[in-house]
């Protein structure tokens, strides 16, 4: 019995989704030189309004509406490890379990308040400001279900306690960095200017760049981890 | 079915329809008398309707056959039910006039 | 499993399971608490109160109060019944209960048509925003009540069921239906 | 505080429960932060009126300005920690004789619930307080926006209640006592209560009224602190094994 089929399609999945994730990063004009908070309703509106962002907008904001959730298939392949460490109950799995649709739906609000904007941009400049903080405080501040997956996974691979573990402990201190590093952005509302504004160093480049080491260090660990059980499986077959 | 039980429940049955019948009464009160808050009315249809419900809890529902603390518990949510409404009627009406 | 074939009442016994207990005074202790905010809330504009509730017919009132506490002495006669193992009774008796429950839920939904039609709605006033609430909340009990009935008819059906444990604990609910409704019937169409 | 220390250290290495008291302990712990955060910094409960102006939206903004963007930001932190906590409940009812259907229907419902449950609210008061000066009637909607997505909010506590009724009515191993069950239709049933919410702006039945919110807030509360005990006799009973549960050692 293999059980482990088609886990390797879906591990792939990933680089595939990051190269469409920072393509569209790239592609949206307000994330190179992230927005700053402090413009004023009609610049935000003129942001909007310019022919040469809108179409870049749009497209960028249609490619993260389809891809938003293309992280779940990871997510449930580290739930599939999860399952394999030495626990008592099945507490853990079914925790990231909870934090995979949570992460994804948080996403996908901002995405739509981004859209909305740009649908209309000829609305009353202080409507279009409202749905550009929306989407920008929505993106920004819920690094909760982050955090928790980063955490819930640190606490599996410390109580992993077998012979051979999962992960090794490393995977786990590195979790829990990147939680840490993900948590100030939570405060993004509390300034305008500054490393806690939604463009400054904490809330907007530490944030994106925990995420994306996340992804990195995840994607490895996991891939080792699968092929490591796909030959164990051969050989036991 | 024990006849004495068949009986005893029909007689409750017949004691709480007669009791609600008698309230129609107050239907008759047509007109003035109809609009005006009226204390006497309010505090005898609650004290009433506490009363049939008491009656329904022991007989049909089979407390007084029941160990003494659900006895004890059902009445003294009986009690706290007349204590709450009553008093809310009445110190209700006294803020409303103050 | 009660020891059914003792006709004579138990000495000190719990009717059902003493769970369904915990439910009925939480559920009384809530409404209570329904009935003091609108007691409350009537003192305050006893006008508006008194007016809007000349528009309820009384005599529909005692109807429904009539139908329930028949209902309820129906499934203390299942109860009893079953007890004594007499089945074909009890299920007839569970029937009855059905029967008068449908009556009042008929009963109900016509008066509800019957004040719609006469422009009296949920957001017309206080008056009847309580009426309709407090009338909803009891009919929502209600349709628990029915499939809570359906239980008992299910046990009673057949031979390989029958706890008397479960009968007993289903007719508990029931009353509980009869008697918030008897408050109700109190607060809404006879209290001034 | 060394000795606890010591004891959580004992726990962590020896503790075969201690998955099951990590998911305990969360949820005592989140559920007084929560009570703290949402009651005392952020002021946002009990809520405030609906029927009120537009200016006096601002007014209120303006006035809790630090309060709801410092208590929000740490309910955006630790508001992922709810994970554990549904996946600690599911387990009960994994635990149960009943089919897993119920564990997972439980799991993913309140997953969902975490949005409207306090996210939701969060984003729409923190946007709303970071630009007091933002046009009134925007802030108006905002506010709406924040109490209606929170408290108008009820299919998933509901029908997630409702599903835990079932699996414990149902449960041959004794994992709760039935009249949690029932407690369960009692917190299910006040959850139909809050839906007037989104018709009153005043009155008991409007989102801060004495129906729509204090009642079912003190249901909520002792539903709560209910299941927060019988889990913690779970925990105790716990055997691992598939049948029922040993009474409470002594």
Request: proline share 5%; with cysteine.
């Amino acid at each position: 019995m293999r059980r482990a089929d088609g886990e390797v399609i879906l591990l792939w999945t990933l680089p595939a989704v990051g190269v469409i994730w920072l393509s569209a990063f790239l592609l949206f004009p307000g994330f190179v030189q992230p927005m700053s908070p402090t413009l004023s309703a009609e610049e935000v509106a003129a942001f909007y309004r310019d022919p040469e962002n809108l179409p870049r907008i749009r497209y960028s904001m249609i490619v993260f509406n389809w891809f938003a959730v293309g992280l779940i298939p990871v997510l449930a392949l580290i739930v599939m490890q999860i399952r394999r460490m030495a626990h008592r109950t099945p507490i853990f799995s079914y925790a990231i379990i909870a934090c995979a649709a949570g992460g994804p739906t948080i996403f996908l609000m901002a995405d739509l308040f981004w859209l909305l904007a740009a649908f209309r941009p000829m609305r009353d400049p202080q409507q279009t400001l409202m749905f550009n903080d929306l989407a920008w405080v929505t993106f920004s501040s819920q690094v909760g279900f982050l955090i928790a997956q980063s955490v819930i996974l640190a606490l599996a691979i410390y109580l992993d306690r077998q012979e051979r573990p999962v992960f090794r402990p490393w995977v786990a201190h590195s979790n829990l960095v990147v939680a840490a590093l993900l948590a100030p952005a939570a405060f993004v509302g509390l300034a305008l200017e500054g490393p806690l504004a939604w463009d400054g160093l904490l809330s907007f480049w530490v944030r994106n760049l925990a995420v994306g080491l996340w992804i990195v260090v995840m994607g490895f660990v996991l891939g080792r981890a699968i092929y490591r059980q796909r030959s164990a499986e051969e050989l036991a077959a | 079915m024990n006849a004495g039980f068949e009986k005893r429940l029909s007689v409750v049955l017949l004691a709480l329809s007669a009791i609600t019948l008698s309230q129609l009464g107050v239907g008759s009160l047509e007109g003035h008398a109809a609009l005006r808050p009226n204390a006497t009315i309010t505090s005898s249809a609650i004290v009433i309707a506490l009363i049939k419900v008491r009656i329904i809890l022991r007989e049909f529902m089979e407390v007084r056959h029941a160990p003494v603390l659900l006895c004890r518990l059902t009445d003294s949510w009986v009690v706290l039910a007349g204590v709450g409404l009553l008093g809310s009627y009445f110190v209700g009406m006294a803020i409303a006039r103050g | 499993m009660t020891n059914a074939a003792n006709t004579q009442p138990r000495p000190r016994f719990v009717p059902g399971q003493p769970d369904m207990w915990a439910f009925v005074l939480f559920e009384a202790l809530v409404f209570t608490a329904y009935f003091v905010v609108y007691v409350v809330r009537r003192t305050q504009s006893p006008e508006l109160f008194l007016e809007s509730q000349a528009h309820l017919d009384l005599r529909v009132g005692v109807f429904h109060t009539l139908v329930l506490l028949a209902s309820s002495w129906s499934v203390a006669r299942c109860v009893q019944a079953a007890r004594e193992r007499s089945f074909r009774t009890a299920l007839t008796n569970a029937f009855l209960t059905l029967l008068l429950g449908f009556v009042f839920l008929v009963s109900k939904v016509l008066e509800w048509a019957a004040k719609i039609e006469e422009g009296f709605g949920f957001t017309s006033d206080e008056f009847f925003s309580f009426y309709y609430f407090l009338t909803a909340i009891h009919f929502l009990h209600l349709l628990i009540g029915f499939g809570v009935l359906a239980i008992c008819v299910h046990q009673l059906w057949s031979p390989a069921r029958r706890s008397q444990e479960t009968i007993e604990t289903c007719a508990t609910y029931w009353h509980t239906i009869d008697f918030l409704w008897v408050l109700i019937f109190a607060l809404l169409y006879v209290m001034r | 505080m060394s000795a606890l220390l010591r004891r959580i250290a004992w726990h962590w290495r020896y503790d075969e429960k201690r998955e099951l008291w990590i998911g305990w302990w969360t949820l005592v712990v989140f559920y007084n932060l929560y009570g703290l955060l949402f009651f005392v910094v952020a002021r946002t409960q009990p809520p405030p009126k609906p029927s009120l102006e537009p200016s006096e939206i601002v007014q209120w903004f303006d006035d809790r300005h630090y309060g709801l963007l410092f208590g929000y930001a740490i309910v955006f932190i630790v508001g992922g920690a709810t994970a554990i906590m549904n996946a600690t409940l599911a387990y009960t009812m994994r635990r149960m004789s009943v089919s897993r259907a119920f564990a997972y229907s439980y799991l993913v419902i309140y997953a969902l619930a975490t949005l409207p449950g306090m996210l939701i609210m969060g984003v729409a008061c923190t946007v709303g307080a970071m630009r007091p000066d933002r046009d009134p009637e925007l802030m108006s909607w905002l506010y709406d926006f924040a109490f209606l997505s929170f408290e108008g909010t009820m299919g998933v506590f509901l029908i997630g209640s409702l599903v835990w009724m079932v699996a414990v009515l149902l449960d041959r191993n004794r994992v709760f006592p039935k009249w949690f069950g029932y407690l369960n239709l009692c917190n299910a049933l006040t959850e139909v209560v809050v839906a007037p919410a989104w018709i009153f702006k005043r009155g008991a039945f409007a989102w801060d009224g004495a129906i729509a919110w204090w009642i079912n807030m003190a249901v909520f509360v002792t539903y709560t602190a209910v299941f927060l005990t019988l889990l913690r006799r779970m925990i105790l009973r716990e055997d691992f094994g598939s049948g029922p549960l040993p009474d409470l050692p002594r």
